[in-house]
């Protein structure tokens, strides 16, 4: 069978990333494309039981609507698997029928609203991790982790536990040279040592799409044999593993960081993990080579953090900047905006508390209560939500919460203001920042990036000197 699996066009990140969002534009020098690994071990999954499937990730690739219906034309699929997102729903309703063959829904977002991408037209939808069901989900007939017309799904797919035995991507027939972030060192390859996240954060999408919050790893020996065909193939300048948590597990970890050493690829690595991690752990990535680390804090008030809810205490979040600053390891910090419990000065408090980490970058969002969310579910009941319906929801720096005593005036306010702070705070006492992304504007895209990225700065830079503090 011909399977065409799709990240579809348009202006949102979905597929590969955590939440979906709107991508900065072009004229920004930073082109953000989050490796889709969900689509491509199922691509490696149907290649591997005999089908003929066609990955095209249009937002990492840059194709049209008009170019994908020329692929689609010449590839001849029988049918196809979208990533949906809430933002994107109405526009990936749209591609779906454009395509003129059943179509079957997965990920986080279709796994949360099975019955409304039924409703729109949708032959199926997996609930739950998709990409090595997806085989037996071709005949479109029912299973309980399937929801097809009239068969509602009434399960989670298994979870895969043996994460070794699933086939490596298909590397060959994906833009590799797309895909990075960037906190990482000019181009980097992906990789992931683990899958899943062992907590309950009410905001967060993750537990919500596997069913329940899981954590499972790889054989670490398996991971770097993964790592070294990746370098051969591309020579990257770094390594980036986006595992939803790595610092999970600390036995995985130091086993990881042991093996890494061991094998001496000769590049550095970045990754995301905990806000709290002991010096011991440290201290292993550091050897290892670990460049520069990456976590969620969300919040400076320890109100907000306990109602995410969230263990993480403060003091060791600042105990772990400073281990890493000593230990030559690089930090970004994210914070959200308008998490239940935030007050406008809880919301002055985190600003001063993120500025205060003196970590190498920061980043601010707004909470947006996605399907699926214990976070949304506390939304409706409590009458928070400003939008009638997931559907208008465009997370492009507007809340679609409002609190009574905190609207989302004030919650857009002070996201506005953070990064004000943040970037005068850059501009002035961190050039090292600014130097690091000219640097990878450069080795992505030679003198064009930097300029591009110059021509950003520079406008940003009068509106922030504009705005004063």
């Not at 196809?80 to 977002?109: N, Q, W, Y």
Request: glycine share 8%; aromatic share 10%.
């Amino acid at each position: 069978m011909k399977v065409l699996l799709l990240n579809p066009p348009g202006p949102f990140c979905r597929a590969g990333s955590r939440w979906p969002h709107r991508r900065a534009p072009r004229a920004v020098g930073i082109d953000y494309h989050p490796f889709p690994f969900g689509l491509a071990y199922a691509t490696s999954r149907l290649l591997a039981d005999g089908h003929d499937a066609c990955l095209v990730d249009c937002i990492a690739e840059g194709v049209s609507e008009e170019a994908l219906q020329e692929r689609v034309g010449a590839f001849g699929p029988d049918v196809a698997f979208l990533e949906t997102s809430a933002p994107s729903f109405l526009a990936d309703v749209e591609v779906m029928k454009a395509l003129r063959v059943p179509c079957i829904a997965g990920g986080a977002h279709a796994t949360a609203t099975v019955d409304e991408h039924l409703d729109a037209g949708f032959a199926g939808v997996i609930k739950g991790e998709y990409d090595q069901v997806i085989t037996e989900a071709l005949p479109l007939e029912p299973r309980p982790w399937l929801a097809i017309p009239g068969h509602p799904a009434t399960e989670y797919a298994p979870l895969v536990e043996d994460l070794d035995a699933i086939p490596p991507p298909p590397w060959d027939g994906m833009a590799m040279e797309k895909y990075n972030d960037p906190f990482c060192l000019g181009r980097s390859v992906t990789v992931l040592s683990t899958r899943g996240c062992p907590y309950r954060c009410g905001f967060c999408t993750i537990a919500p799409y596997a069913g329940r919050p899981s954590f499972r790893t790889r054989d670490v020996e398996a991971v770097c044999d993964e790592i070294a065909a990746l370098v051969a193939r591309y020579h990257p300048d770094e390594i980036y593993f986006d595992d939803d948590t790595i610092t999970a597990n600390r036995s995985h970890l130091l086993r990881l960081c042991g093996a890494l050493e061991r094998r001496a690829f000769g590049l550095p690595f970045s990754c995301m993990g905990n806000a709290t991690v002991d010096r011991e752990v440290l201290e292993a990535m550091a050897r290892a080579g670990c460049r520069a680390f990456k976590f969620g804090v969300e919040t400076g008030d320890p109100e907000v953090m306990r109602r995410i809810p969230k263990t993480c205490d403060l003091d060791d979040v600042t105990r772990t900047v400073r281990d890493c600053r000593e230990l030559g390891i690089r930090t970004h910090a994210t914070f959200l905006f308008g998490l239940p419990g935030e007050t406008r000065e809880s919301a002055l408090a985190t600003i001063d508390f993120a500025l205060g980490l003196k970590t190498h970058t920061l980043q601010f969002a707004i909470a947006t209560p996605y399907p699926g969310t214990a976070f949304y579910e506390e939304a409706k009941r409590e009458g928070w939500l400003r939008k009638e319906s997931w559907l208008q929801f465009d997370p492009a720096g507007e809340a679609v919460v409002s609190y009574p005593d905190y609207p989302a005036e004030d919650i857009e306010g002070m996201h506005d203001l953070a990064w004000r702070r943040w970037q005068r705070h850059m501009l002035f006492r961190r050039p090292a920042t600014l130097l690091h992304h000219f640097r990878n504007a450069f080795r992505r895209e030679g003198v064009g990036g930097m300029i591009r990225l110059g021509r950003y700065g520079a406008s940003r830079l009068l509106k922030v000197l504009g705005a004063g503090r």
